[in-house]
């Protein structure tokens, strides 16, 4: 017998979407961290460019990484909760108990 | 001061861990809090979880001494919640119950996963526990003024007593109040950083009047320096150019600096620590209360300019002054050596850097060295990255909330708490190089000695954040550790026979056991890097576990065996590359130049290996795995 989860979460009809949706966020923000990397390693006098308010690229790049990273995050979380939302009104109503489950979970 | 903030802030927090002790009577309380905290709070606890006193210290103290360096741990450690976000953070909270290794083992039931992620789970959580104790006794030995080791057995014997008591709800408390805490009173200490301002001579706010170095003209002839105005006692050349002569200025005999560039030597007045019989002497006089190292760090010159008054400026022209290419950094390097008498020297002397170098990658990480210095940079980019969705302390905050849909929403939270601290990292730590408040032999203590120039009462809050910093990272390490103890080896690998209470027992007398081991590895390691460590975890971590979750979650044709045998390669083979490299050889004792092993950083040589042995072996024991079903 498998060891349960401690939550049951349910069947989760967002799931595939929220997988997908998910790869493609993270290879996105892969390349603009590879882009980083490879600017560091390529031309790293480039970095030292003056490019915003008296900011260089490092600077701006460095700090571009953090603010993209909690952008994305809130619009993966956005697009997540309207699909799961949008799934839960089509799901038949006996299914929409389980589905709630995976949405809010119990303890 | 210091000593009641930090004395207030520890009965707080034990008085905590006691009220919530009767939350820890069932696994489920005592290892995932009941998966009733809220996402907010869990998201403010991963913060605090996550930034530890490698984030704090270690970060703050790297940029004040090497600029932007430093604040390349801060990209990467924050890029690495990108990857426990899109790729860990639901999936792992369906599939786990209590522990890294139940996520990984959810659909095999293997006993050779369980056996080599709780072993992985156990070497990654230790790797991380030593550099926080190590920690714990630098802080606190200034600050209530014991010695290293007690200092070290005081912080176990608190991280005991909370993990003990409530397990991991007293550990999601204690670690929210310090992520609240750390966010908030570090954007005040910026916000006094920038209204402070920049000048060219720091001077603590008045409290500590601006020392102005003294340089001296001099010759080179016959390899000979020479200076008309004062007597040479002793030349000292050393291996990499440096030259050091000791010299009697003002009646005093110290040692300074023979800068030489193109052609013309300067003789620069540094600081120095000489070991003799009778005790150590620092700037040519007997250590005392009085006769200590003096704070440094200053801007020579702001925009070409000497002399500047500090003006208040906001934070883009905090940031844009400093890059200027005509802004002077002194910075402070040191050197050792033997002198003629044969006692030990240290020397700490000035080295002033352009500001547009001080603000660009290059300084500690040589991006325009050689391939080899390369590769050692992309490799340690590639663990910051890979490193954090595979930490166990971290993953097991996943199962502290209800849903997988509160476990994402809380890793939001995280990423905007940790990527805003992030960011003040850059102002604390390029705040702390210019204000004239670093200690030149110990760049940890960088932030808070930037907050006594501000007062008692702001050093006295950001020591006791400092400690809890600590206390809360600690506190999750020996959860997830004493989690695979209890949990995975002796319930489910060896399959003791427990009721729910003797579960709770093991998990308390396993925290009990692994806080021990903490402690006394905090002793031995005393003086080692500690940002080093983390570096350290972060490549095991991603070498060993990654790869198991990715695939896990990503290929269909993963099995068991494939999986147990990508952590033991990621294990084994991160240890030894980790083991052979020249950092390590050099707290051997030996010289770097002949370890075997040419990088510091295995995570670019590990980590695929790690997937490529997954593979290889799934493929490998297919249909075994697939007749056994």
């Not at chain 2, 984030?55 to 390349?72: K, M, Q, R, W």
């Not at chain 2, 720091?202 to 002839?221: C, L, M, N, R």
């Not at chain 2, 590895?521 to 576990?545: D, P």
């Amino acid at each position: 017998m498998l060891h349960e989860p401690a939550t049951h979460a349910g069947k989760d009809p967002a799931g595939p979407y929220k997988m997908r949706l998910g790869v493609w966020m993270f290879i996105f923000y892969a390349l603009f961290y590879a882009g980083f990397v490879a600017i560091n390693l390529l031309s790293p006098q480039a970095m030292g460019a003056i490019v915003f308010a008296g900011l260089n690229l490092a600077t701006v790049y460095g700090m571009a990484l953090i603010i993209v990273a909690f952008i994305e995050a809130l619009i993966y979380n956005a697009m997540c909760s309207k699909k799961e939302a949008e799934l839960e009104r089509k799901a038949p109503k006996g299914k929409k108990a389980a589905s709630k489950s995976n949405k809010k979970g119990r303890a | 001061m210091a000593i009641f903030v930090f004395v207030a802030f520890v009965v707080f927090v034990v008085g905590l861990s006691l009220y919530l002790g009767n939350k820890a009577k069932t696994s489920s309380g005592y290892y995932a809090a009941g998966g009733n905290i809220h996402w907010g709070v869990n998201g403010i606890a991963f913060a605090g979880d996550y930034l530890s006193a490698a984030s704090f210290l270690g970060i703050c103290g790297l940029i004040a001494t090497v600029g932007y360096d430093g604040f390349l741990y801060s990209i990467g450690y924050l890029a690495g919640w990108i990857v426990a976000l899109f790729v860990v953070a639901e999936p792992l909270k369906k599939l786990g119950k209590y522990t890294f290794t139940d996520a990984v083992d959810a659909k095999y039931n293997s006993r050779g996963i369980k056996l080599a992620a709780a072993v992985s789970t156990l070497v990654v959580s230790i790797c991380y526990l030593i550099p926080q104790m190590v920690g714990a006794g630098v802080l606190v030995e200034p600050l209530l003024g014991i010695p290293h080791a007690w200092g070290v057995m005081m912080v176990g014997a608190i991280v005991i007593t909370i993990v003990a008591t409530a397990g991991m709800a007293s550990t999601t408390y204690v670690q929210f109040l310090k992520g609240a805490l750390l966010i908030v009173f570090s954007s005040v200490l910026v916000g006094a950083v920038v209204i402070r301002g920049l000048s060219t001579m720091p001077d603590q706010g008045g409290a500590v009047p601006f020392y102005k170095y003294s340089h001296i003209e001099a010759t080179k002839a016959d390899g000979k320096i020479q200076a008309a105005s004062v007597d040479l006692l002793e030349q000292i050349d050393i291996k990499g150019g440096l030259t050091f002569v000791r010299l009697n200025h003002d009646g005093r005999e110290a040692w300074w600096y023979a800068s030489e560039t193109d052609g013309t030597v300067t003789l620069k007045e540094s600081q120095s620590v000489v070991a003799k019989a009778n005790g150590k002497w620092i700037n040519g006089a007997p250590e005392s209360e009085e006769n200590q190292l003096r704070q440094v760090g200053n801007l020579e010159k702001v925009r070409g300019q000497t002399n500047i008054e500090p003006v208040s400026m906001s934070l883009f022209e905090f940031l844009a002054a400093i890059t200027d290419k005509d802004t002077i950094v002194r910075t402070w390097k040191n050197a050792s050596f033997i002198n003629s008498a044969g006692e030990k020297v240290t020397v700490y002397y000035p080295h002033d850097v352009a500001g547009d170098r001080i603000m660009r990658p290059g300084l500690k990480f040589k991006v325009e060295g050689t391939l080899l210095e390369r590769l050692d940079f992309l490799s340690l980019m590639l663990a910051l990255f890979l490193g954090t969705a595979a930490l166990p302390h971290i993953l097991i905050r996943y199962y502290t909330v209800s849903s997988p849909a509160s476990a994402r929403k809380s890793t939001i939270v995280a990423i905007a708490a940790i990527g805003f601290f992030y960011i003040l990292t850059l102002f604390m730590g390029l705040g702390a190089m210019v204000s004239g408040t670093m200690n030149p032999a110990d760049s940890n203590m960088a932030a808070p000695l930037l907050a006594r120039s501000f007062g008692e009462l702001l050093f006295a809050i950001i020591s006791a954040i400092a400690f809890a910093t600590v206390l809360g990272t600690v506190s999750g390490l020996i959860v997830a550790a004493s989690g695979a103890v209890a949990h995975d080896l002796f319930d489910r690998y060896f399959q003791i026979k427990m009721d729910d209470r003797q579960k709770v027992m093991a998990g308390k007398v396993s925290a009990f056991a692994i806080g021990g081991i903490a402690i006394v590895l905090g002793i031995i390691f005393k003086g080692m890097n500690v940002s080093f460590l983390v570096g350290l975890a972060f490549a095991v971590a991603a070498s060993a576990n990654l790869p198991a979750i990715v695939m896990l979650l990503f290929w269909k044709k993963t099995t068991a065996r494939g999986i147990a045998a990508s952590i033991v390669v990621g294990i084994v083979s991160s240890l030894v590359l980790i083991a052979l490299s020249p950092e390590l050889f050099t707290l051997y004792g030996m010289n770097p130049l002949d370890a075997p092993i040419p990088f510091s950083n295995p995570g670019i040589f590990s980590i695929p290996l790690s997937f490529i042995t997954l593979v290889a072996v799934s493929l490998l024991t297919q249909k075994k795995e697939t007749a056994a079903a």
